[in-house]
């Protein structure tokens, strides 16, 4: 089990979709499990409706489904012989008061769900797209937290179970994603620093996302480049040619500084993955991505 | 709206949109332009990068505002306040307490230190007692709010309401009030099913609810007029709501999905920021991309594929945020641009808020 866990808006949901991809293009069955309903993984690969608590096939080897509390919370009750309470307590609202008399109930839930997903073998790799950043901690912490809270009963032994699915590295580590950029990298550093202390869950590698690739030759005038072509450029042809080059280098060389920082504050692999320019997040991109993060770890 | 009038004119400013796409700079920056201005202007932000927050003297969480030195030609003032959940919470529950003793044991529950941390929508509720709290102090002419970058930052708007919903839920209020006698048979059935609760999630989890219900006896009819007051203030004609995104796709349909919760509470959207626009070099649409191809092995491939990735990248932008602003009748919109670095310091906001006014 892989955890893909990221602030909003550094591409954790299109990481995950790659990441089963290319487990998937690998000879494995993936599944990506969506924590509470953002709708990134059904679109990434180009479905028009929304997943679901049921899971369905996106792509070749690669089937997807989304885990929202109040769903493991019913299944959870309804295994343990309580079908009836299970809607009283939502059409209440007194789970919503039991989850704020035990904050973490909800998300640990969501986990022993997870954990049972892991336990039943229901896929060779099973990646979860967590909540964003500060969340992810909270989310992964919750059953540390619910440990103090409850003493005993059912929640609790789930809550151990979750413990140690999440401290075993051979069952399960954590996948980092973030931008080459200042704020980003200060805070996808934080993130796994409270991770490995508060969750004591291991770390496998931070996905690095939305690099430039390198193109060869952008070093050249483009007056002199044309002159050695052979080719008349339009008026203003060659400054936005010459703009666009510099544009690029000069972005180039912030990103490669960000990486470096990142790699002398966090020791930890990096799979650096392309900016998309060309077009949306879709099934042909996801390959790029998977075909990127494949080359990533083949070069580790 | 443009801007530059909203600074000027308006008492609150509320920028929202979702996580990572600059709004707590732009925030700021319409801070320092009201500044600028003339204006008595104060920031309050949620959760600021750590060296905007230096720059900005937020290096506690004091949630009282700081006062800025800035340049002293700028003929008003800027403020700037860190929100602080639990301690604003907390001098509200000692507002509407009774007598200190009941404040005292709220603020002692087990029950009430969760929800003050953790309760879906409490930073949100928060965030807008804050502000309504400054406006009535009238210390500053406009005030600029950053919310919370999550996709549920538009909670403030029902987080008051949903508040005093679980302050009502049914079972806890039959279990504080199980003396009349015309709910012991529904009582019976409540007895029940919290032990049910309970043997779930042991005992001492609903004890801690109980006595929570029991400690906020009372107090509800003083923080539902205080969030309905809120309510008022935000679709009050001297507040503005800006819209901050980015032009990815995704953040571009977060940035809708804003939008249309706001218009459901029939607030509008007066102006849209979006940051991190990427520059466009062509001046006219010419093929780059056809060219490279012509241009196959000669030392002009390489730029013309570069001047393409960009060419291309502005124009899917530019379509995002087209079908965006289509749907927000009447909103400015302004672009910045890519900024090579992050902003940390009082001389980057100004470059920025160059950009949010030009």
């Not at chain 1, 990441?19 to 309903?37: D, K």
């Not at chain 2, 124009?315 to 641009?337: I, K, W, Y």
Request: charged content about 25%; glycine content about 8%.
């Amino acid at each position: 089990m892989i955890i893909v866990a990221g602030k909003g808006g550094v591409g954790k949901t299109t990481v995950s979709a790659a990441l089963a991809r290319m487990a998937a293009r690998a000879g494995l069955q993936a599944l990506i499990v969506e924590i509470e309903g953002k709708s990134g993984i059904g679109n990434a690969f180009g479905r028009t409706t929304p997943l679901d608590y049921h899971e369905a096939v996106v792509a070749d080897g690669v089937r997807a489904r989304t885990l929202t509390p109040d769903d493991a919370l019913v299944e959870y009750l309804e295994a343990h012989g309580m079908r009836r309470i299970s809607k009283r307590l939502l059409s209440s609202g007194a789970i919503d008061v039991v989850a704020t008399a035990a904050p973490g109930i909800k998300d640990i839930l969501v986990l022993g769900k997870v954990k049972q997903l892991e336990r039943d073998q229901v896929a060779d790799l099973i990646v979860v797209d967590a909540p964003a950043a500060g969340h992810a901690v909270t989310f992964l912490a919750s059953a540390h937290g619910l440990l103090d809270a409850v003493q005993m009963g059912p929640i609790r032994s789930q809550a151990q179970d979750v413990i140690d699915l999440l401290t075993d590295s051979s069952r399960c580590q954590v996948l980092l994603v973030t931008l080459p950029e200042e704020t980003p990298v200060n805070e996808v550093v934080e993130t796994a620093f409270q991770l490995e202390d508060r969750v004591g869950v291991s770390l496998s590698a931070v996905a690095v996302n939305g690099i430039y690739s390198h193109i060869d030759g952008l070093d050249v005038d483009p007056e002199t480049a044309a002159a050695d072509a052979g080719v008349f450029l339009r008026p203003h042809e060659a400054e936005s040619l010459r703009n666009a080059a510099a544009f690029r280098g000069h972005r180039q060389g912030l990103q490669a500084d960000q990486a470096e920082r990142l790699a002398k504050a966090l020791p930890l692999p990096q799979l650096p993955l392309p900016f998309l320019f060309s077009s949306e997040v879709g099934p042909a991109q996801i390959d790029v991505l998977a075909d990127a993060l494949a080359a990533g770890i083949e070069a580790l | 709206m443009s801007l530059a009038s909203l600074t000027a004119d308006r008492a609150i400013v509320v920028c929202c949109g979702s996580g990572g796409v600059g709004k707590t700079t732009t925030a700021a920056a319409l801070a320092v332009e009201g500044a600028r201005r003339g204006r008595r202007a104060c920031v309050v932000t949620i959760d600021p990068a750590k060296r905007l927050a230096d720059a900005l003297g937020l290096d506690s969480l004091t949630n009282t505002a700081g006062r800025i030195d800035v340049d002293p030609s700028w003929p008003g003032e800027l403020w700037a306040l860190m929100l602080d959940t639990k301690s604003t919470f907390d001098a509200l529950v000692s507002r509407y307490a009774g007598e200190p003793e009941q404040a005292a044991r709220i603020l002692d529950n087990r029950m009430y230190r969760n929800i003050a941390g953790a309760l879906s929508g409490t930073q949100e509720y928060m965030a807008m007692e804050k502000l309504f709290e400054l406006h009535d102090e009238g210390r500053f002419d406009l005030i600029v709010i950053d919310t919370p970058p999550t996709r549920n930052a538009l909670d403030f708007l029902d987080a008051p309401r949903r508040l005093t919903r679980f302050l009502d839920n049914r079972w806890f209020r039959i279990v504080v009030m199980p003396t009349r006698a015309y709910l012991k048979a529904v009582s019976v059935a409540t007895q029940a099913f919290l032990r049910t609760v309970s043997r779930v999630v042991g005992n001492q989890v609903v004890s801690d609810a109980v006595a929570f219900f029991q400690a906020f006896e009372g107090m509800e009819e003083g923080f539902r007029n205080r969030a309905q007051a809120v309510l008022e203030l935000l679709s009050d004609d001297n507040t503005a709501f800006v819209l901050v995104a980015a032009p990815r796709r995704d953040a571009i349909e977060e940035a809708a999905f804003f939008a249309d919760r706001l218009r459901e509470s029939n607030i509008d959207v007066e102006a849209l920021v979006v940051n991190r626009v990427h520059p466009r070099f062509e001046v006219e649409r010419s093929g780059a991309r056809e060219r490279a191809r012509t241009l196959h092995g000669t030392p002009l491939e390489p730029l013309y594929e570069n001047l393409a990735d960009f060419s291309e990248i502005a124009e899917r932008e530019e379509a995002n945020f087209a079908d965006l602003t289509g749907r927000l009748d009447g909103a400015s919109v302004t672009r910045v641009p890519f900024l090579a670095d992050d902003i940390h310091d009082l001389d980057g906001l100004v470059t920025v808020a160059g950009y949010l006014m030009s």
